[in-house]
Each structure stands twice: as structure tokens, then as C-alpha cells.
């Protein structure tokens, strides 16, 4: 059976592929349990100190694969507040928890759950004939994945009300210039470029990566003191790291640090 989740790990980078490319990646249950046990490997593995996130062929991710949801089947209604529950929230949890840095490296369209996936990862790349659709209100559905928490954050409330009523294609390079992913790229240049990424990160100091991922996921939400509070806890936790001697070391000594991610 052709897996729907690639999983290949080289110099620190996991690399997971949602691999459905004739249905433009969209989930089926099977994908949507690769994709967990993938992001769950990440978590575990000490080995793995960045993920990069993409899909095969044409599109990055369409969403939920709606042949499963066809209501001319007959049968019961699906309840979907259930299969977020159990399908997508706990794949969208492990991506904003996981203390090690997510890319992602959008080459096609995202729709749907799709392009909030995508926009819930930590560097967001995207090739210039990439789009990002809020594809739900085509369908009478509301935007899920976190979109209506990440898309109003970022782009505040003008822009995420138009987006996610309009379904309008947002083009990478307008996602850029919004400020809702890191940067548009040639086409051919986007899985170097990520990769790239992905590998410094990897290299660098993890746990200190980790503890600013979780600095800014906090600001959004923490008032100032709070968050002074929670920078105090953090910086205590990174001057510990190992890799912070190694950076200081190196930097009074002129050299490259070389991280272990401890
Ligand atoms: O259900 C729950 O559990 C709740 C959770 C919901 C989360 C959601 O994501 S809801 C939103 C679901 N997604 C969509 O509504 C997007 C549907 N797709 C599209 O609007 C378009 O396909 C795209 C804008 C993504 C791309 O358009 P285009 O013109 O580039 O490609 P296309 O020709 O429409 O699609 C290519 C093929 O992929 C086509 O198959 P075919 O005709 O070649 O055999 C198409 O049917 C298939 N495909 C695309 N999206 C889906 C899909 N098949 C199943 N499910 C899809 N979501």
C-alpha cells in the first residue's frame, strides 16, 4: 500500500511529505494518522531537531479528502466536530507544541484545512504558483485547523473575515506580503531553499529554538508582564543548555559554535 505520509530523517531534518498527490494530498483517516505518528516521531526522536513539512506533486494539501464525506453515499451524517477532535486538532496541537522548529515548505495550493496546516508551522516558504484558499465557506463549512485563531492573529480582522467569506485565492506572494508566511520563491528553488532552512535550524541550539518557539506562541495571548515573567523562565532554562556554553566558547574563541541541540 503507497504510504500517505513520507517520513525520511537526514542531518537533523525530518522531512514528512503528504503523499496523496492525485487527490491534491487531501486527508483521509490513513493520512491523517501518518501525519500525527510523523509529528509524534518528532517529538520523541532526540535525533530529530527540525521538521520540514510538504507535499507531493501538484498541490500541498486540499483539506479533508470530500469523497469521504459524500452525502449522496447515503448513510449517516459524519458529526465533524468529532473527526476534528480526533483527526486534526491533535496533528495542529503537536505542531505548535513540538519545541523544535517546523518549516514548511508550501509547493502548491492549500486549501481548507490545508492552507491553516500550513500557516500553524513555524517558517512557511511557499513557491510563487503556490495559492492558499480558505476554501470553506464554498461548502458551508467554517475555517478549522486554527484558522480563525491564526488567520485573524496575523492578518487581523479585515483580512481574515475577507479571506475566509470570499474563499478567495491568496497568492504566495500576497501571503508574503501580509506578513501570513515567511517568503514566496521561484518555483524551483523552494525545496533548496527549505531544506536549507530547515538544516541551520537543526543545527542550531535546540532548546533554545524550542523555548522561543514557545515565547512567541505565548505573546500572543500573555499581557506584557506575564510574558516578562515567562521570558525570565525561559532564558533561566536556555542559559543551562549546553549549547549555550558551546555558543559563548566559540564566540569568545572566534570560531562556529557547534551546536548538539542539549
Ligand atoms: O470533514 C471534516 O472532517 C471536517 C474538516 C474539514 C476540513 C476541510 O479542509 S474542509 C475543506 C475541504 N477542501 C475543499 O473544499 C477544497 C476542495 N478543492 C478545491 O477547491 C480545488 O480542488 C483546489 C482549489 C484545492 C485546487 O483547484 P485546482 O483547479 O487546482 O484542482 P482540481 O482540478 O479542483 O483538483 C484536482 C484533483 O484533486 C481533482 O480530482 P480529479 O478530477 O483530477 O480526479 C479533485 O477532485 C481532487 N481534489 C481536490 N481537492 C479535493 C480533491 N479530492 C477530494 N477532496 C478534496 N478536498
Redesign the pocket.
Known amino acids: 500500500m503507497t504510504e500517505t505520509v513520507l517520513e525520511a530523517l537526514a542531518d537533523g531534518v525530518l522531512t514528512l511529505t503528504l503523499n496523496r498527490p ?3 494530498n ?2 483521509n483517516t490513513d493520512m491523517h494518522l501518518a501525519l500525527r505518528a510523523g509529528l509524534q516521531r518528532a517529538h520523541d526522536d532526540a535525533k530529530v531537531r527540525a521538521v520540514l513539512l510538504t507535499g507531493a506533486g501538484r ?1 500541498f494539501c ?6 469521504d ?1 459524500d452525502p449522496r453515499k447515503g448513510g449517516e451524517a ?1 458529526d ?1 466536530g468529532h ?2 477532535e480526533t ?2 486538532n491533535p496533528s495542529l496541537r503537536l505542531i505548535r507544541a513540538l519545541e523544535k522548529p517546523v518549516v514548511c515548505a508550501v509547493n502548491g ?1 492549500a ?4 492552507a491553516n496546516i500550513a500557516i500553524a508551522c513555524d517558517i512557511v516558504l511557499a513557491a510563487k504558483s503556490a495559492k492558499f ?1 480558505q ?2 465557506s ?2 458551508g ?1 467554517v475555517p ?2 486554527g484558522g480563525s485563531w491564526l488567520l485573524t492573529r496575523i492578518l487581523g480582522e479585515p483580512r481574515a473575515k475577507a479571506l475566509a467569506l470570499t474563499a478567495e ?1 491568496l497568492s504566495a506572494e500576497k501571503a508574503a506580503e501580509w506578513g501570513l508566511i515567511w517568503k514566496a520563491v521561484e518555483d524551483e528553488r523552494l525545496m533548496d531553499e527549505a531544506m536549507a532552512m530547515a538544516k541551520s535550524l537543526a543545527a542550531g541550539p535546540t532548546v533554545g529554538l524550542g523555548l522561543t518557539k514557545r515565547l512567541i506562541q505565548h505573546a500572543a495571548t500573555n499581557g506584557f508582564d506575564a510574558q516578562l515573567d515567562l521570558e525570565r523562565d525561559c532564558q533561566r532554562q536556555a542559559g543551562r543548555s549546553a549549547d549555550y556554553a558551546e555558543g559563548v566558547a566559540a564566540f569568545l574563541e572566534k570560531r562556529k559554535p557547534h551546536f548538539k541541540g542539549r
Open positions: 492525485d487527490k491534491l487531501s486527508f498541490g486540499a483539506g479533508q479528502d470530500l469523497g464525506r459524519v465533524l473527526t476534528l483527526y486534526y495550493v486549501a481548507g484545512a490545508g484558499v476554501a470553506f464554498k461548502i463549512l478549522d485547523a485565492p
